[in-house]
């Protein structure tokens, strides 16, 4: 079986400020290394679980956070960025079993994470068909386009409770919690081992069973933080601006909503 991992740094074990997540600081380094921890975790429970491959998307910031030279033989690490609107599951197809999201975190709009946002800073808030819009949303949701299930999410704990039901066979992994800036941060040893366990049980689920049929029709909102930028992608193909700072655009197609995300955020 084949199987597809997408990691994220504000959803491990250790981060709570910003900087801890930029891999250019050096206060960053531990945090790049639980985040390898995490996401090769992942991969010793998929492998338990009936795995005989996993491609790893490094989907943080520069897409080049996890330490290539800790790979097993069988993983394949896709790092940076062609442009593609897929991503942070860039690289995933019809041709995996299933899907794995580690690191994610609370969407913009949302309080469980002291670093909530949707791609970057510049939103309050993107929905959905009236759903906050968090990027492990936006992104399992282009694993169903390809008709790939996603089995399991580690992150922040609210994000594990608001995106619980959008799966069937979801499993979940809480690394934390947060309270304005502060963050409830749970043993990275005891994540890590939360980890491998989740993975190798959602491997062993039906996974058939797990997939997802999309909504027929989307509609996206998307609250700006300046009213400047607003005005400014609201020149974008299909983009209507109905105040000062929102925007809005409708498709029945997931892939022009995810290529548009892309250019307007």
């Known amino acids: 079986m084949k199987v597809f991992i997408s990691a994220d ?11 801890e997540t930029h891999t250019q600081d050096p206060l960053a380094a531990p945090h790049a290394k639980q985040m390898t921890r995490e996401v090769l975790a992942a991969c010793e429970g998929a492998f338990t679980g009936g795995a005989n491959e996993v491609y790893i998307k490094d989907a943080h910031g520069s897409g080049q956070n996890i330490d290539v030279a ?18 942070m599951v860039e690289g995933v197809d019809s041709s995996f079993d299933c899907a794995m999201f580690i690191g994610y975190h609370s969407a913009a709009g949302r309080a469980g994470n002291p670093l909530s946002h949707t791609l970057t800073g510049r939103p309050v808030w993107v929905k959905i068909n009236g759903r906050y819009a968090s990027e492990f949303m936006m992104y399992s949701w282009a694993c169903a386009l390809e008709g790939v299930p996603t089995v399991l999410l580690s992150g922040d704990e609210m994000l594990c409770r608001d995106e619980s039901e959008l799966h069937p066979s979801l499993l979940t ?59 400014k992608v609201s020149y974008f193909p299909g983009v209507k601006r109905e105040t000062s700072n929102i925007v809005t655009f409708e498709s029945a197609c997931y892939y022009e909503v995810l290529r548009t995300l892309k250019w307007v955020l």
């Not at 097993?72 to 897929?86: A, C, D, K, M």
């Not at 993975?199 to 909504?215: G, T, V």
Request: charge should be neutral; hydrophobic fraction near 40%.
């Open 9 to 19: 740094i504000e959803g491990i074990a250790t981060t709570t400020d910003w900087r």
């Open 70 to 87: 800790l790979m097993p033989e069988n993983v394949v690490l896709l790092r940076n960025w062609s442009g593609h609107p897929y991503l």
């Open 173 to 231: 992994v809480p690394t934390k919690s947060g309270l304005g800036s502060l963050t409830k941060n749970y043993s990275p040893d005891l994540v890590v081992k939360n980890i491998r366990l989740a993975a190798q049980n959602a491997m062993r689920q039906d996974l058939d069973a797990a997939k997802i049929k999309l909504p027929d029709h989307f509609a996206v909102e998307i609250c700006f933080k300046e009213h400047t930028y607003a005005e």
